[in-house]
């Protein structure tokens, strides 16, 4: 009976340890489980926050180009007052279209805008690629004169 009783234990071992690995196993899924949800969510407030930065810039940006298009404005003003109707005719036209800009950046969310940048690039592609340089000129600059702000903070602090 001893063998018996041995051999009954075994198998009763063995079998603790096959439920013993399925829970482990259960345990492996609720963690995995528990990392992608929580790389999900992660992930959303990321979006979530990159959306917001970008709804804040874009925000500014119109701003900044409904006053570049009052400033026009002015100057057209002063171009007729000074008899220069054909310059504050163009100067008119240029306030205005900043003005439309200004206003579709305003009233247009970023997929809207993605949407529409899309379709010009399907119509117009000169257009798209002629923006596409226009854009990154800019962008060079920007970064240049950003680079050399940087070297006159830091050049100044050196001698300090």
């Known amino acids: 009976m001893t063998m018996a009783n041995t051999e009954t234990s075994g198998f009763q071992d063995k079998a603790t340890g096959d439920q013993g690995g399925g829970s482990a196993r259960e345990q492996i899924r ?26 804040e810039s874009k925000r500014q940006f119109a701003a900044q180009l409904g ?65 596409a340089i226009v854009l990154g000129l800019i962008g060079a600059r920007f970064l240049k004169s950003s680079g050399r702000h940087r070297e006159r903070r830091g050049g100044s602090h050196a001698g300090a």
């Open 67 to 131: 006053a570049v298009a009052e400033a026009l404005r002015r100057t057209t003003q002063h171009l007729r007052s000074e008899d220069q109707s054909r310059i504050a005719g163009l100067t008119e036209t240029l306030a205005r279209q900043i003005d439309q800009v200004s206003n579709y950046l305003r009233n247009k969310d970023a997929a809207a805008m993605r949407n529409d940048l899309e379709n010009v690039a399907r119509r117009q592609p000169a257009i798209a690629i002629g923006g």
């Open 30 to 55: 609720e963690v995995k489980n528990q990392v992608v949800d929580q790389a999900k969510h992660t992930v959303q407030q990321a979006r979530e926050r990159a959306s917001s930065s970008l709804g």
